[in-house]
């Protein structure tokens, strides 16, 4: 006999880290319904999340909430936690409200051992939540992949940019951003 699995909505989630369930280093998302453990982080993911959050803050300023680490609810079961998501800016920074996935204008994932995960996963529930665009610093070839136009669970522009290439956010198309500067040192092999 199989036995119902139990699916976890946001707010469960939500009640579950008020109440100290999970560490304070813990990192979890809720995807499907599903509470994931997250990987630590490794030095130079770090890295590259510090640069993405100097950048982007220093270049959006107040025409952008930068936000790092932290969940976007996209739906009741879904709640990933990508490394940065820039919101439209609001000036009570979304409290006591949550941002929607309509608030999003920019998400960022750092990939060095999720690449996999992040495309095949995360990737397609994005595109469904209507999120307008990804970009995925793909840290094993030196790329961004850069994902546009959700339609469906996919998204109908896939830009692959490199060393020496330069992007602007839809949102911010006055700012630019080399990969490099991003992605930052090339890795000693």
């Known amino acids: 006999m199989e036995s119902a699995r139990k ?16 560490g304070e280093e813990e990192r979890i998302e809720l995807i499907d319904g599903e509470i994931i453990k997250m990987t630590p982080a490794g030095d130079r ?21 930068v936000s790092i680490q932290n969940a976007v609810h996209l739906n009741i079961y879904n709640m990933p936690q990508p490394d940065v ?3 439209k800016p609001r000036a009570d920074f979304y409290f006591p409200d949550r941002p929607s996935p309509k608030d999003v204008l920019l998400i960022v994932e750092v990939s060095d051992s999720t690449l996999r995960r992040d495309r095949r996963i995360k990737l397609p529930r994005f595109a ?50 080399l990969v490099d500067d991003l992605i930052g ?3 000693v092999h």
């Open 45 to 65: 993911h770090v890295m590259c999340v510090n640069r993405a959050t100097a950048f982007f803050t220093e270049s959006f300023g107040r025409n952008g909430i």
């Open 128 to 177: 469904a939540a209507g999120i307008p665009e990804v970009w995925i610093e793909d840290l094993k070839h030196d790329l961004i992949l850069v994902f546009r136009d959700p339609d469906g669970r996919e998204y109908l522009t896939q830009l692959i940019l490199r060393r020496g290439d330069s992007i602007s956010p839809l949102a911010f198309q006055i700012s630019t951003f």
């Open 85 to 87: 998501v820039v919101f």
């Open 7 to 22: 699916l976890f909505t946001a707010d469960d989630v939500i009640k579950m880290a008020e109440a100290g369930l999970f």
């Open 185 to 187: 040192v090339e890795p």
